[in-house]
C-alpha cells in the first residue's frame, strides 16, 4: 500500500489580512495565501481569481462560525481555526472547518484512514497563532496581534515518497 501520493510542488505566499466579525462573541483573523506554481493560477492566485477578496469574506459571514480564532483563506479553499466555540468546546484546543466552492459551502477534510489538517503556509500561520493565543492573556489582546506568515515551500515534495518506495516488505 502507497501512503504517499505523488505532490506537484508549490509555494505558499502571504497575500494580506482581515478581520471578519460574526457577532459580539466571535471573531477571525483571516490571512489570505496563495499558492504560486499551479497551473490553473484562477484558482490559486488572487490577482487571477474567481471572486475577490472582499466576495469571500461575503461569503464567510453567511456560515455558521462562531468563536474566536483566525481562518486560512486561499482562492479554491478556506479553513477556519478556532479556539472553542459560544457552544462550549475547549478553549485550549483548536478546531478547524474547512470551505470550498464558490460560493463557499463547508467540505470535509477527512481522507482515507486520516484527517488533513493543514499545508505549509497553513501550519506556518496555525503554529504562530497557537503560539500567540498560550501567550496573550486576554481574548483582547489576542485580537489585537498578528502574526507574520512565512513564504512556505519545500526543499523536496517527495522526499516520503522516495523513502516508502525504496523500502520492500
Not at 477534510?109 to 488533513?116: D, F, I, N, P, Q
Not at 500567540?132 to 481574548?139: E, G, I, K, M
Request: charged share 25%; aromatic share 12%; glycine share 6%.
Amino acid at each position: 500500500m502507497n501512503f504517499a501520493e505523488p505532490s506537484v510542488p508549490y509555494t505558499s505566499e502571504p497575500s494580506g489580512t482581515a478581520v471578519l466579525e460574526v457577532d459580539v462573541k466571535s471573531r477571525f483573523k483571516l490571512y489570505f495565501l496563495q499558492i504560486l506554481g499551479r497551473e490553473d493560477r484562477s484558482r490559486y492566485e488572487w490577482a487571477e481569481a474567481r471572486r475577490t477578496k472582499e466576495q469571500t469574506i461575503d461569503q464567510l459571514r453567511s456560515q455558521s462560525l462562531g468563536g474566536v480564532g483566525f481562518a486560512c483563506v486561499f482562492p479554491h479553499i478556506t479553513k477556519v481555526f478556532s479556539f472553542g466555540s459560544p457552544q462550549g468546546e475547549r478553549e485550549t484546543n483548536l478546531y478547524v472547518r474547512a470551505f470550498g466552492g464558490d460560493p463557499l459551502q463547508p467540505i470535509a477534510l477527512e481522507y482515507g484512514r486520516s484527517m488533513e489538517v493543514a499545508c505549509a503556509g497553513e501550519m506556518d500561520i496555525a503554529c504562530k497563532e497557537f503560539a500567540l493565543w498560550r501567550r496573550c492573556s486576554s481574548v483582547e489582546e489576542y485580537l489585537e496581534e498578528y502574526v507574520r506568515p512565512s513564504t512556505c515551500s519545500f526543499s523536496d515534495h517527495q522526499k516520503l515518497r522516495e523513502f516508502l518506495s525504496a523500502r520492500t516488505d
